[in-house]
């Protein structure tokens, strides 16, 4: 490395990560600098193709080094993504998963699945990889959310290969029944196809698997958290008490066992149901308020009609209420991951 390299990478290490609260150059975020002329090219290695943060980089980046290193009067920056990887996973289980996410909720009708399913997209319109399971086995929505209907996964091998809508990858019970006829499983038999989706889908390699689980704190949600390496769990809820009180047994429900509570969503905010619920509880537990999602009948149209507002409205207030959220969740995952490694991180991430 030059002496002019060395000047540009001494001033890019003032640049903090607003995330992890260390600097970009230390993180291993800078990469394949260069220099012609008068202008320093290089890459910064994002943890989420999600980040809502570029234009900050860029600013940071510009305002450390132009003026500060003679010579050097432009940046070029090029961007590229790596999520960590939860090292549990590939610990635990045979397969090529960076995170699981789990999204719950204290009770049905919150809007638990609409918000895996624009999260799923909206993640995937970002350029990440992304994997959706259904795992409320007898009561499976994700179908008709997804615009996918009662499809049949193709087998190959002794592998099912998962359905796709809007870039995600999807699997569900509701693609392997009948759908005029009742699903009656007993508790074990709720664990052996939760597992089945995970290990018997040839899911490829994935960034993120988003599991929208049953509401409540039942058979499946707890079958999930302990039998599979969580990255952490999102509680969805609606502003009004009665919503947050179920939310908040959730959320404990996820504390007792140990795995991270990512955020609270506060789902159709607005005059029917009031505002402030789900951040409200957020502040009470210590943990992130992940985003409020306005009350809007396209967002119930676009779940009927199986086309997510995060991807067919995506400037509406939901569909930006959705984006900010995944965006928002991204940087959650990365955070946790990174922050609970024993290793700091993108130099040790393959």
């Given at each position: 490395?030059?002496?002019?390299?060395?000047?540009?990478?001494?001033?890019?290490?003032?640049?903090?990560?607003?995330?992890?609260?260390?600097?970009?150059?230390?993180?291993?975020?800078?990469?394949?600098?260069?220099?012609?002329?008068?202008?320093?090219?290089?890459?910064?290695?994002?943890?989420?193709?999600?980040?809502?943060?570029?234009?900050?980089?860029?600013?940071?980046?510009?305002?450390?080094?132009?003026?500060?290193?003679?010579?050097?009067?432009?940046?070029?920056?090029?961007?590229?993504?790596?999520?960590?990887?939860?090292?549990?996973?590939?610990?635990?289980?045979?397969?090529?998963?960076?995170?699981?996410?789990?999204?719950?909720?204290?009770?049905?009708?919150?809007?638990?699945?609409?918000?895996?399913?624009?999260?799923?997209?909206?993640?995937?319109?970002?350029?990440?990889?992304?994997?959706?399971?259904?795992?409320?086995?007898?009561?499976?929505?994700?179908?008709?959310?997804?615009?996918?209907?009662?499809?049949?996964?193709?087998?190959?091998?002794?592998?099912?290969?998962?359905?796709?809508?809007?870039?995600?990858?999807?699997?569900?019970?509701?693609?392997?029944?009948?759908?005029?006829?009742?699903?009656i499983m007993r508790?074990?038999?709720?664990?052996?196809?939760?597992?089945?989706?995970?290990?018997?889908?040839?899911?490829?390699?994935?960034?993120?698997?988003?599991?929208?689980?049953?509401?409540?704190?039942?058979?499946?949600?707890?079958?999930?958290?302990?039998?599979?390496?969580?990255?952490?769990?999102?509680?969805?809820?609606?502003?009004?008490?009665?919503?947050?009180?179920?939310?908040?047994?959730s959320a404990a429900?996820?504390?007792?066992?140990?795995?991270?509570?990512?955020?609270?969503?506060?789902?159709?905010?607005?005059?029917?149901?009031?505002?402030?619920?789900?951040?409200?509880?957020?502040?009470?537990?210590?943990?992130?308020?992940?985003?409020?999602?306005?009350?809007?009948?396209?967002?119930?149209?676009?779940?009927?009609?199986?086309?997510?507002?995060?991807?067919?409205?995506?400037?509406?207030?939901?569909?930006?209420?959705?984006?900010?959220?995944?965006?928002?969740?991204?940087?959650?995952?990365?955070?946790?991951?990174?922050?609970?490694?024993?290793?700091?991180?993108?130099n040790v991430i393959?």
């Amino acid at each position: 490395m030059t002496d002019l390299q060395q000047q540009v990478m001494k001033a890019l290490a003032t640049v903090i990560e607003p995330e992890l609260h260390r600097d970009i150059v230390s993180l291993n975020m800078v990469r394949d600098l260069s220099i012609e002329g008068d202008t320093a090219h290089f890459t910064i290695v994002l943890t989420t193709p999600a980040c809502p943060l570029k234009g900050v980089f860029v600013n940071s980046c510009n305002a450390a080094v132009i003026g500060k290193v003679p010579g050097i009067n432009h940046l070029q920056i090029k961007w590229d993504a790596q999520v960590p990887t939860d090292r549990n996973i590939s610990g635990r289980l045979d397969v090529n998963m960076r995170s699981i996410i789990a999204v719950s909720s204290g009770k049905g009708g919150v809007g638990k699945s609409t918000v895996s399913t624009n999260l799923a997209v909206a993640l995937a319109e970002a350029g990440a990889r992304v994997g959706l399971i259904d795992a409320d086995i007898l009561n499976p929505n994700l179908p008709m959310m997804t615009g996918l209907g009662h499809g049949r996964p193709k087998v190959v091998g002794d592998k099912m290969v998962p359905m796709e809508a809007y870039g995600v990858k999807v699997i569900s019970t509701g693609f392997l029944i009948d759908p005029s006829k009742p699903m009656i499983m007993r508790g074990p038999m709720l664990h052996g196809a939760i597992r089945q989706f995970f290990m018997d889908v040839q899911w490829g390699e994935l960034d993120y698997m988003i599991v929208d689980l049953p509401p409540g704190t039942g058979d499946a949600p707890l079958s999930l958290a302990q039998s599979f390496p969580l990255t952490g769990a999102i509680i969805v809820t609606q502003p009004q008490e009665v919503a947050v009180g179920d939310a908040l047994r959730s959320a404990a429900m996820f504390e007792t066992l140990n795995v991270p509570i990512l955020g609270i969503v506060e789902n159709m905010a607005g005059d029917f149901f009031g505002t402030g619920g789900g951040e409200k509880l957020a502040q009470q537990r210590g943990v992130p308020f992940l985003g409020r999602i306005p009350l809007d009948a396209e967002v119930r149209k676009g779940g009927d009609l199986g086309r997510p507002v995060a991807v067919t409205a995506p400037d509406s207030p939901a569909g930006q209420a959705f984006i900010t959220m995944a965006q928002t969740v991204a940087a959650r995952v990365s955070t946790v991951m990174l922050l609970t490694a024993d290793v700091i991180p993108l130099n040790v991430i393959g």
